[in-house]
């Protein structure tokens, strides 16, 4: 069993974008905001998207020893194998 979650691609999101300008009522002005799953969404303060690096990790768990995928932003200074760019929006809470 594969257990990675399927991660939008840059170009997806342009896809999306441009999907979203078409879209009866979205101006220039429109909000954007994150869907948290809770009872409200979360406001995306202007800024918050950018370009990281980042690295993959893996956490076992030590029930079933089944390997979950995960990322990590590459700290300054930090040496890291293969980091790649990545695009981030940043949570406020």
């Not at 999306?16 to 869907?35: S, Y």
């Not at 799953?37 to 995306?44: A, F, N």
């Not at 690295?55 to 300054?76: A, C, I, M, N």
């Not at 990545?86 to 406020?92: C, D």
Request: avoid cysteine; hydrophobic fraction near 40%.
């Amino acid at each position: 069993m594969k257990n990675e979650v399927n991660v939008m691609r840059f170009k997806e999101l342009k896809e999306t974008v441009a999907r979203l300008e078409k879209a009866p009522g979205v101006t220039d002005e429109t909000k954007v905001f994150l869907n948290t799953g809770w009872d409200s969404i979360q406001e995306i303060e202007p800024g918050a998207i950018t370009a990281e690096k980042a690295q993959l990790f893996w956490v076992e768990d030590p029930l079933t020893h089944e390997r979950f995928p995960g990322y990590s932003l590459q700290l300054k200074n930090e040496e890291q194998a293969a980091p790649e760019t990545v695009v981030v929006i940043k949570n406020l809470y």
